[in-house]
Protein backbone atom coordinates (compact mmCIF):
# COMPACT_ATOMS: atom_id res chain seq x y z
CA UNK A 1 0.00 0.00 0.00
CA UNK A 2 1.25 3.68 -0.86
CA UNK A 3 2.17 6.11 1.93
CA UNK A 4 3.21 9.28 2.10
CA UNK A 5 3.74 11.10 5.59
CA UNK A 6 4.56 14.69 6.25
CA UNK A 7 6.21 16.32 9.23
CA UNK A 8 5.84 18.02 11.50
CA UNK A 9 2.14 18.30 11.46
CA UNK A 10 1.89 21.61 12.73
CA UNK A 11 4.50 24.44 12.53
CA UNK A 12 3.82 27.84 14.17
CA UNK A 13 6.51 30.47 13.14
CA UNK A 14 7.18 34.43 13.20
CA UNK A 15 6.86 36.45 9.92
CA UNK A 16 10.00 36.41 8.61
CA UNK A 17 11.53 33.47 9.70
CA UNK A 18 12.65 30.54 7.28
CA UNK A 19 10.61 26.88 7.49
CA UNK A 20 11.25 23.60 6.32
CA UNK A 21 8.87 20.85 5.20
CA UNK A 22 9.18 17.56 5.55
CA UNK A 23 7.38 14.36 3.29
CA UNK A 24 8.97 10.87 3.00
CA UNK A 25 6.87 8.22 0.51
CA UNK A 26 6.56 4.62 0.51
CA UNK A 27 5.32 4.39 -3.11
CA UNK A 28 5.11 1.35 -6.08
CA UNK A 29 6.39 2.52 -8.79
CA UNK A 30 6.97 6.14 -8.49
CA UNK A 31 5.97 8.64 -11.35
CA UNK A 32 5.59 12.48 -9.30
CA UNK A 33 5.86 14.13 -6.15
CA UNK A 34 3.63 16.89 -5.99
CA UNK A 35 3.28 19.86 -3.22
CA UNK A 36 -0.05 22.06 -3.19
CA UNK A 37 -1.21 25.02 -0.65
CA UNK A 38 -4.64 24.95 1.00
CA UNK A 39 -5.91 27.79 2.61
CA UNK A 40 -9.44 27.42 2.83
CA UNK A 41 -11.28 25.10 0.57
CA UNK A 42 -9.54 23.66 -2.64
CA UNK A 43 -5.41 23.11 -2.75
CA UNK A 44 -3.58 24.69 -5.30
CA UNK A 45 -0.62 23.41 -7.07
CA UNK A 46 2.61 24.44 -6.28
CA UNK A 47 5.42 22.20 -7.59
CA UNK A 48 5.63 18.91 -9.25
CA UNK A 49 9.35 16.62 -8.93
CA UNK A 50 10.16 13.60 -10.98
CA UNK A 51 14.08 13.54 -10.68
CA UNK A 52 16.34 13.75 -7.95
CA UNK A 53 18.84 16.45 -7.11
CA UNK A 54 16.51 19.44 -9.13
CA UNK A 55 15.53 22.00 -7.44
CA UNK A 56 12.17 23.84 -8.31
CA UNK A 57 11.54 27.47 -7.14
CA UNK A 58 8.50 29.80 -7.37
CA UNK A 59 9.62 32.97 -5.40
CA UNK A 60 10.11 32.27 -1.44
CA UNK A 61 8.83 28.80 -2.05
CA UNK A 62 11.44 25.89 -2.91
CA UNK A 63 11.20 22.07 -3.09
CA UNK A 64 14.00 19.17 -4.16
CA UNK A 65 13.01 16.05 -4.16
CA UNK A 66 15.85 12.57 -3.25
CA UNK A 67 14.85 9.79 -5.15
CA UNK A 68 17.13 7.59 -3.38
CA UNK A 69 16.28 8.27 0.32
CA UNK A 70 12.61 8.43 -0.76
CA UNK A 71 11.93 12.06 0.56
CA UNK A 72 11.39 15.77 -0.23
CA UNK A 73 11.49 19.03 1.40
CA UNK A 74 9.70 22.10 0.93
CA UNK A 75 11.60 25.26 2.19
CA UNK A 76 9.95 28.50 2.69
CA UNK A 77 11.97 31.40 3.45
CA UNK A 78 11.00 34.96 4.93
CA UNK A 79 7.57 33.50 5.60
CA UNK A 80 4.67 36.25 5.82
CA UNK A 81 1.19 35.83 7.11
CA UNK A 82 -0.38 35.00 3.59
CA UNK A 83 2.19 31.90 3.98
CA UNK A 84 -0.29 30.47 6.48
CA UNK A 85 -2.09 27.34 4.79
CA UNK A 86 -2.21 23.78 5.45
CA UNK A 87 0.76 22.56 2.64
CA UNK A 88 0.03 18.46 1.48
CA UNK A 89 2.47 16.32 0.07
CA UNK A 90 1.23 13.84 -2.86
CA UNK A 91 2.90 10.83 -4.45
CA UNK A 92 1.94 9.48 -7.85
CA UNK A 93 2.70 6.07 -7.92
CA UNK A 94 1.55 3.88 -10.55
CA UNK A 95 0.47 4.32 -14.30
CA UNK A 96 -2.76 5.72 -13.49
CA UNK A 97 -2.33 9.25 -12.33
CA UNK A 98 -4.11 8.77 -9.26
CA UNK A 99 -2.30 10.44 -5.97
CA UNK A 100 -1.70 9.56 -2.06
CA UNK A 101 -1.92 12.13 0.28
CA UNK A 102 -0.27 12.74 3.40
CA UNK A 103 -1.53 14.33 6.33
CA UNK A 104 -0.75 17.79 5.68
CA UNK A 105 1.34 20.33 7.29
CA UNK A 106 -0.34 23.28 8.94
CA UNK A 107 1.62 26.42 9.00
CA UNK A 108 0.77 29.48 11.17
CA UNK A 109 2.73 32.57 10.24
CA UNK A 110 2.37 34.86 13.06
CA UNK A 111 3.33 38.93 12.71
CA UNK B 1 -15.93 30.87 -13.44
CA UNK B 2 -13.92 27.72 -12.07
CA UNK B 3 -12.86 24.98 -14.62
CA UNK B 4 -13.85 22.15 -11.75
CA UNK B 5 -17.27 23.04 -10.12
CA UNK B 6 -18.62 21.08 -6.89
CA UNK B 7 -22.46 21.24 -6.14
CA UNK B 8 -24.17 21.86 -3.20
CA UNK B 9 -21.35 23.81 -1.14
CA UNK B 10 -22.19 22.86 1.96
CA UNK B 11 -25.18 20.40 2.65
CA UNK B 12 -26.51 19.19 6.11
CA UNK B 13 -28.39 15.97 5.94
CA UNK B 14 -29.80 13.47 8.97
CA UNK B 15 -28.32 9.83 8.98
CA UNK B 16 -29.96 7.23 6.42
CA UNK B 17 -30.58 9.74 3.91
CA UNK B 18 -29.88 9.24 -0.11
CA UNK B 19 -27.61 12.61 -0.63
CA UNK B 20 -25.48 13.48 -4.08
CA UNK B 21 -22.39 15.24 -4.82
CA UNK B 22 -22.11 16.46 -8.19
CA UNK B 23 -18.81 17.78 -10.29
CA UNK B 24 -18.64 19.30 -13.36
CA UNK B 25 -15.54 20.47 -15.10
CA UNK B 26 -14.35 22.51 -18.47
CA UNK B 27 -11.05 21.77 -18.56
CA UNK B 28 -11.36 18.32 -20.71
CA UNK B 29 -9.43 15.95 -18.94
CA UNK B 30 -10.72 12.87 -18.61
CA UNK B 31 -9.54 11.37 -15.31
CA UNK B 32 -11.90 12.66 -12.58
CA UNK B 33 -11.57 11.61 -8.48
CA UNK B 34 -13.43 11.78 -5.18
CA UNK B 35 -11.28 12.91 -2.60
CA UNK B 36 -12.30 13.12 1.22
CA UNK B 37 -10.51 14.92 3.48
CA UNK B 38 -10.69 14.81 7.54
CA UNK B 39 -8.47 16.54 9.65
CA UNK B 40 -5.29 14.97 10.18
CA UNK B 41 -6.24 12.58 7.47
CA UNK B 42 -5.03 14.52 4.67
CA UNK B 43 -7.21 13.64 1.59
CA UNK B 44 -8.36 9.95 0.88
CA UNK B 45 -9.34 8.69 -2.45
CA UNK B 46 -13.07 7.28 -2.81
CA UNK B 47 -13.06 6.44 -6.44
CA UNK B 48 -11.85 7.35 -9.89
CA UNK B 49 -12.12 7.15 -13.17
CA UNK B 50 -10.32 7.30 -16.47
CA UNK B 51 -13.10 7.34 -18.81
CA UNK B 52 -17.04 7.53 -18.83
CA UNK B 53 -16.84 3.60 -18.71
CA UNK B 54 -14.32 3.36 -16.30
CA UNK B 55 -14.99 3.17 -12.53
CA UNK B 56 -12.51 2.44 -10.32
CA UNK B 57 -12.75 1.89 -5.98
CA UNK B 58 -10.31 3.96 -3.87
CA UNK B 59 -8.95 3.78 -0.73
CA UNK B 60 -12.13 3.90 1.15
CA UNK B 61 -14.93 3.33 -1.36
CA UNK B 62 -17.60 1.19 1.09
CA UNK B 63 -20.09 3.00 1.67
CA UNK B 64 -20.29 5.38 -1.57
CA UNK B 65 -21.41 4.89 -5.19
CA UNK B 66 -20.51 7.02 -8.05
CA UNK B 67 -21.58 7.65 -12.13
CA UNK B 68 -19.56 9.23 -14.84
CA UNK B 69 -22.36 10.48 -16.70
CA UNK B 70 -20.32 12.46 -19.44
CA UNK B 71 -16.43 12.99 -19.31
CA UNK B 72 -17.68 16.45 -17.72
CA UNK B 73 -19.83 15.34 -14.97
CA UNK B 74 -18.86 12.67 -12.28
CA UNK B 75 -21.19 12.51 -9.08
CA UNK B 76 -20.81 10.46 -5.83
CA UNK B 77 -23.92 9.23 -3.92
CA UNK B 78 -24.20 8.58 -0.19
CA UNK B 79 -26.56 5.53 -0.46
CA UNK B 80 -27.34 6.18 3.69
CA UNK B 81 -25.59 8.63 5.07
CA UNK B 82 -24.27 7.87 8.58
CA UNK B 83 -22.29 10.72 10.76
CA UNK B 84 -18.80 9.05 10.30
CA UNK B 85 -19.13 10.30 6.47
CA UNK B 86 -19.47 13.90 7.77
CA UNK B 87 -16.27 15.08 6.32
CA UNK B 88 -14.30 17.68 3.43
CA UNK B 89 -15.23 16.26 -0.34
CA UNK B 90 -13.34 17.11 -3.06
CA UNK B 91 -13.73 16.46 -7.09
CA UNK B 92 -10.86 16.94 -8.81
CA UNK B 93 -9.18 15.90 -12.89
CA UNK B 94 -6.06 15.12 -14.53
CA UNK B 95 -4.87 14.30 -17.56
CA UNK B 96 -2.34 11.53 -18.69
CA UNK B 97 -1.56 13.13 -22.34
CA UNK B 98 1.17 15.31 -20.96
CA UNK B 99 2.32 12.88 -18.62
CA UNK B 100 2.04 14.52 -15.54
CA UNK B 101 -0.42 13.42 -12.74
CA UNK B 102 -1.13 16.72 -11.41
CA UNK B 103 -4.58 16.91 -10.23
CA UNK B 104 -6.99 20.49 -10.43
CA UNK B 105 -9.34 20.96 -7.62
CA UNK B 106 -13.05 21.83 -7.23
CA UNK B 107 -14.23 23.99 -4.16
CA UNK B 108 -15.02 21.10 -1.94
CA UNK B 109 -18.22 20.51 -0.59
CA UNK B 110 -18.92 20.56 3.23
CA UNK B 111 -21.48 17.65 4.27
CA UNK B 112 -22.37 16.79 7.59
CA UNK B 113 -24.58 13.97 8.25
CA UNK B 114 -26.32 14.42 11.85
Redesign the interface.
Known amino acids: EDK?V?SP?SLVVHEGDTVTLNCSYEVTNF??L?WYKQEK?????LF?LTSSGIEKKSGRLSSILDKKELFSILNITATQTGDSAVY?C?V?GTS?????????TILTVHP | DADVTQTPRNRITKTGKRIMLECSQTKGHDRMYWYRQDPGLGLRLIYYSFDVKDINKGEISDGYSVSRQAQAKFSLSLESAIPNQTALYFCATSTARSGNTEAFFGQGTRLTVV
Do not use: C, D
Request: proline share 4%.
Open positions: VQLRSLKAPTFMLAGYGKLTFGQG
